[in-house]
């Protein structure tokens, strides 16, 4: 129950901070478009890299090389355009919790999702590096990894049904602007910390 609960905790620290996955996630739930499938994609896949973390992590290092440089200047190229296509929404402005359109169909929805999940340093120094370096110190390793992979999934189901609590905020166009901004910004902050070092 201790590996659990370190898990579950260690988990949570990680993943509450505001991200790429983490604000695309409040959108789906502002706009209650795809909310479960966004969820599950994502939380399914923390949980895919989480035991990658605590059970191979050394060996992807001796495997690929060269795979944390390839995803540090590929996730920032993918950050930034992504951050543009936000500040262009943002300046463009007109949008309101009701604005249905806006929505995109199922799967470029969970495209955007994927991209944002599996093209993110962000996310495998996270769940790869990070929890596998502090699943280390448990000699129950998979009962750490479940407490991590729960700590996901209840993370992304409350981000994304709980994003409906703040519906009438959101019916005022200002503040659709600012959340674009403000996901912009968090793109581009991320992007030139990956591309600075």
Known sequence: MQAYLA???TGLSLIVAIGAQNAFVLRQGLLRAHVFAVCLFCALSDAV????GVFGADLLSDIAPWFSEAMRWGGAAFLIVYGL?????ALAGGETMRASGRAAPLWP???TAAAL????PHVYLDTVVLLGAVSAGF??????????VTG???FFFALGYGARLLEPVFARPMAWRV???????IMWSIAAKLLLG
């Open 7 to 9: 898990g579950l905790g």
């Open 49 to 52: 890299l989480i035991a990658a």
């Open 85 to 89: 296509r936000a500040a262009r929404s």
């Open 109 to 111: 929805t969970l495209a």
């Open 117 to 120: 999940t599996w093209a993110n």
């Open 139 to 148: 000699e129950d390793r998979p009962a750490f990894a479940g407490g991590a």
């Open 152 to 154: 996901s999934f209840l």
């Open 179 to 185: 959340l674009d901004m403000a996901i912009a910004a």
